[in-house]
């Protein structure tokens, strides 16, 4: 075996793996609050004040070292005037999505909020069934 085959190999182990897809979401949580944080003007003290936290802690979790529970995520996007959503998706699917307006009306028949752009975009929210080849890349 090439030493390239044993590479790939070893990158399909690890995508296999639960812990790739926890450090995945932990490190793309991180990320996200980062953007805001900055989007926002808010140093990591502020941060950590708005959320009932310690700077340390607030380091941690924005280096993706910090074991989140739900709460905590939703504390730290509802600091940041956000809201927390979470997906469940198919093995080998792709979700596509997108960023919304914050203009919400509601649905005729039912309690239920419908997004609605404030200009035309093109919408898409399915599932995108990708061959093993280009779920691995």
Same mark, same amino acid.
């Given at each position: 075996?090439?030493?390239?085959?044993?590479?790939?190999?070893?990158?399909?182990?690890?995508?296999?793996?639960?812990?790739?897809?926890?450090? $995945?979401?932990?490190?793309?949580?991180?990320?996200?609050?980062?953007?805001?944080?900055?989007?926002?003007?808010?140093?990591?003290?502020?941060?950590?004040?708005?959320?009932?936290?310690?700077?340390?802690?607030?380091?941690?979790?924005?280096?993706?070292?910090?074991?989140?529970?739900?709460?905590?995520?939703?504390?730290?996007?509802?600091?940041?005037?956000?809201?927390?959503?979470?997906?469940?998706?198919?093995?080998?699917?792709?979700?596509?999505?997108?960023?919304?307006?914050?203009?919400?009306?509601?649905?005729?028949? $039912?309690?239920? $909020?419908?997004?609605?752009?404030?200009?035309?975009?093109?919408?898409?929210?399915?599932?995108?069934?990708?061959?093993?080849?280009?779920?691995?890349?």
């Amino acid at each position: 075996m090439t030493n390239l085959k044993k590479s790939l190999s070893w990158l399909k182990d690890v995508r296999n793996s639960d812990q790739y897809w926890i450090e $995945s979401a932990k490190s793309g949580f991180a990320v996200e609050i980062e953007k805001l944080l900055k989007r926002a003007g808010l140093n990591k003290s502020q941060f950590a004040h708005k959320i009932n936290a310690s700077s340390p802690y607030v380091t941690k979790m924005l280096r993706g070292d910090a074991n989140l529970t739900i709460e905590t995520m939703v504390k730290a996007a509802r600091a940041l005037d956000c809201d927390l959503h979470l997906h469940i998706a198919p093995r080998n699917h792709r979700v596509l999505m997108r960023e919304y307006t914050n203009k919400t009306t509601k649905a005729s028949s $039912s309690n239920i $909020s419908t997004i609605v752009p404030s200009k035309p975009i093109p919408y898409f929210r399915k599932w995108e069934k990708v061959s093993a080849a280009t779920a691995n890349s």
